[in-house]
């Protein structure tokens, strides 16, 4: 699957939208440490591959065709720990906004999982201030005005296992 994306993500222009880019997005989704890495490729790949992707779903000319996907693929977002480059699926939100988007958005709200209530107000919160981008230091200071730690769902273990996790794949890569 990834030589059917190869060549086309991160190349400017648009790039449009493939049926494989929300097939990894959501495989990433559901399995975020068990991520496909070709052999050679530098632990950090894998991540670079998925900024480029959501870069490339915010700059694309159509979205509709798969916006229903899209929106489910956001909400399974909010309802999951924060993984890496997530922060561009805020970006994506802002080409989704929507009665959908928003309804699924207020339903986690009230969500019992660690986090998913903060990630899904700060999503309504994008998606209400449209003409402020939904930068890293927009995070910080949304997250500071609200009395919380700016990395909500991350424990010593969550870093322990992240850590180990880039050490396999490093070794895998030397061997």
């Known amino acids: 699957m ?5 060549g086309h993500v991160g190349y400017g222009g648009d ?3 493939t049926e494989e880019q929300i097939t990894w997005l959501r495989w990433e989704n ?6 496909y890495l070709p052999p050679g490729l530098p632990p950090y790949a894998v991540w670079n591959l998925k ?3 959501l870069r490339d779903l915010c700059r694309a000319s159509v979205l509709a065709p798969f916006e ?7 909400l399974g977002v909010v309802h999951r720990r924060h993984e890496e480059y997530d922060r561009y699926y805020s970006r ?5 906004d929507g009665p959908r988007l928003r309804a699924g958005l207020t339903a986690a709200l009230d969500a019992q999982e660690a986090g998913t209530g903060v990630r899904a107000a700060w999503l309504l919160d994008v998606l209400d201030h449209p003409d402020v ?3 890293h230091a927009r995070w910080r200071a949304w997250t500071a005005a609200h009395g919380l730690p700016h990395r909500l769902d991350r424990s ?3 870093e322990d296992e992240r850590d180990r996790l880039h050490a396999r794949r490093r070794a895998a890569m030397r061997a």
């Open 2 to 6: 990834l030589r059917a994306l190869d």
């Open 15 to 17: 790039p449009g939208v």
């Open 30 to 35: 559901e399995h975020p440490t068990a991520v």
């Open 51 to 53: 900024q480029n992707l």
């Open 68 to 74: 229903g996907e899209l929106v489910e693929l956001l």
């Open 92 to 96: 994506l939100a802002l080409r989704l």
């Open 133 to 135: 981008p939904p930068t």
């Open 156 to 158: 010593a273990h969550d």
